[in-house]
């Protein structure tokens, strides 16, 4: 499931990982894009943080929820997701009727925290596999830091 939906393609042709140093005053803050962990696996943290300073800011933007223990292990400070949709088919009151991820189901949606790790897991605004959202709002996310 999942596959269907990209072209064609073998990792080394893939931008991913993406990284982005954002400095000010001496200062830098680096954003870590990895790929879809949950059907590709073609995520690859040695590869994104191999020129990434040990000590650096770091926040870490990536497609599931699923590598928020590796993510606190390497020292993110934060952590953007998505994937879940929130459940998209849900229960009066906002309780996923299906959530299709690897994680516990408090990193699903919303903010969150793993030992020093901040999280965000964003019910998004589009959809997956059908065109419906019943008792979960869709959502678009600023994120000030």
């Not at 596959?3 to 080394?12: D, G, I, Q």
């Not at 994104?48 to 929820?65: E, F, G, W, Y």
């Not at 459940?87 to 009727?97: F, H, I, R, S």
């Not at 969150?112 to 901040?118: I, S, T």
Request: proline share 6%; glycine share 10%; aromatic share 10%.
């Amino acid at each position: 499931m999942g596959r269907e939906y990209v072209p064609s393609a073998t990792a080394k042709s893939w931008r991913v990982p993406e990284i982005l140093a954002l400095t000010a005053q001496d200062e830098a803050l680096w954003l870590i894009g990895l790929d879809d962990a949950h059907f590709y696996g073609l995520h690859n943290f040695d590869r994104a943080l191999r020129d990434t300073p040990a000590h650096a800011a770091k926040i870490l933007l990536v497609h599931s929820p699923e590598l928020i223990p590796e993510a606190a292990a390497l020292g993110f400070g934060l952590y953007l997701t998505g994937h879940t949709h929130a459940g998209q088919l849900c229960l009066p009151g906002g309780l996923p009727l299906l959530l299709n991820v690897r994680c516990a189901r408090r990193y699903t949606a919303g903010s969150w925290q793993f030992d020093r790790l901040r999280g965000y897991t964003s019910a998004g605004c589009g959809s997956s596999g059908i065109f419906a959202r019943f008792f979960c709002p869709p959502e678009i996310v600023i994120h000030t830091v």
